[in-house]
């Protein structure tokens, strides 16, 4: 089925629609911490922002030479940060704003995230976003994380969408790279604001550079609806 009538969106998750990041910063540093290793900091953590649970947890596990297997860190960092979502995930304002005009024109809507299926359905759940967002694919229902294309795909194919149909909105590079691969259109609110120069987000159709403290709902659902031109441009600016 063809939905281009009503362009199909789909939302990262965390750092896009929830600011997260800090929760799976904290839930890293209490795994590490646990088994041993050194000092987990923000700058080490923003390295896999964009990259899934899965894949950070192997990456720390060879960095630190911890002997637990992947799948026990995995196991581990999502129980830590559940808890912490339980009762500090928050949703932006913006995004929220975005999703529910979408929601209300009748856009197809859905989920692709690096986490696990169960904190993706926690974090929805506690925020009240599962009632907008029903449709969602986790790192683990794939066979590969961003920057491969295999979460947006899917999300479309359950959504009844052609790829080249579909916007996606993400907030990182590996994100926005995995969005052009799956050949959709993205809008790109980065979590860590890019350098002038950067081509991590080139890919963008629209980029609000400064990231959720410039990023305007309603320039966003225009350029999603139009689904002509692009909105990149030159740094400093922000929204482009």
Known sequence: MDNCAATPVIFDL???LVD????????ARHVLAAHGAGEFTWEEHARF???STVETMEALRR???LDAP???LVAEKDRAYLRLAARSARVFPAMLSLVERLHTAGHPLAVASGSSKKAVGAVLGATGLDALLPVRV????VARGKPEPDV????ARLVGAVPACCVVVEDAAPGVEAARRAGMR???VPYVRPEKGDEGFAAAGLLFAGGQEEFDAGRAYEWITRGAGTGRGGFPDGAH
């Open 138 to 141: 986790s790192a683990e229902e």
């Open 152 to 155: 947006f795909l899917e999300a």
């Open 70 to 72: 992947a799948e026990q």
């Open 14 to 16: 965390d750092g896009t």
């Open 20 to 27: 997260s990041e800090p929760l799976y910063w904290e839930a």
């Open 49 to 51: 922002i964009g990259i």
């Open 63 to 65: 960095e630190y030479g």
């Open 186 to 188: 993205c809008v790109a």
